[in-house]
């Protein structure tokens, strides 16, 4: 599962194998609308939202964005789009990752793959203050 958290782009993540993947878009109660204004102007050139305005299209981006994270190659840069409460269950790994340096050690492995992800089956789910598009994914990896 992957959980887009506090409309701040950033990632919670939890893999369970074999099962379809979750992209949820969440906001904690306390995260002003000025906050929620800012990320969306940044991201997406919109302003005055309220605390559920967010479409099907900008759900699906913000994967497009984790996805182009992966293609920098840099751990960090993938590490910074995951929550500071972000769970991690590799699809590589055994060991559950649940801190910027777990994270980030995770990936400095795998983006040696050059993977890249492609979304085959999505439903995204729009709720008060929080989004979800779960479905089904896969990876190609550039270096075999």
């Known amino acids: 599962a992957f959980a887009f958290n506090g409309f701040n782009n950033q990632i919670s993540t939890a893999r369970t194998f074999g099962a379809p993947s979750t992209f949820t878009v969440s906001r904690n109660a306390e995260e002003?609308?000025?906050?929620?204004?800012?990320?969306?102007?940044?991201?997406?050139?919109?302003?005055?939202a309220k605390k559920s305005d967010i479409s099907e299209s900008e759900v699906?981006?913000?994967?497009?964005?984790?996805?182009?994270?992966?293609?920098?190659?840099?751990?960090?840069?993938?590490?910074k789009r995951y929550a500071d409460q972000a769970v991690l269950l590799p699809t590589v790994s055994d060991t559950p990752r649940t801190d910027f340096a777990s994270i980030k050690?995770?990936?400095?492995?795998?983006?040696?793959?050059?993977?890249?992800?492609?979304?085959?089956?999505g439903d995204i789910r729009i709720g008060d203050g929080w989004a979800q598009d779960a479905g089904i994914y896969e990876f190609t990896m550039g270096a075999t």
Request: aromatic share 12%; charged share 20%.
């Open 32 to 48: 002003s609308s000025t906050a929620l204004n800012g990320w969306r102007q940044k991201i997406f050139g919109k302003s005055e």
């Open 60 to 79: 699906r981006a913000l994967f497009s964005l984790w996805n182009s994270a992966l293609a920098t190659g840099d751990s960090r840069i993938v590490a």
């Open 105 to 121: 050690d995770y990936f400095d492995a795998f983006l040696l793959k050059e993977p890249q992800g492609t979304i085959l089956e």
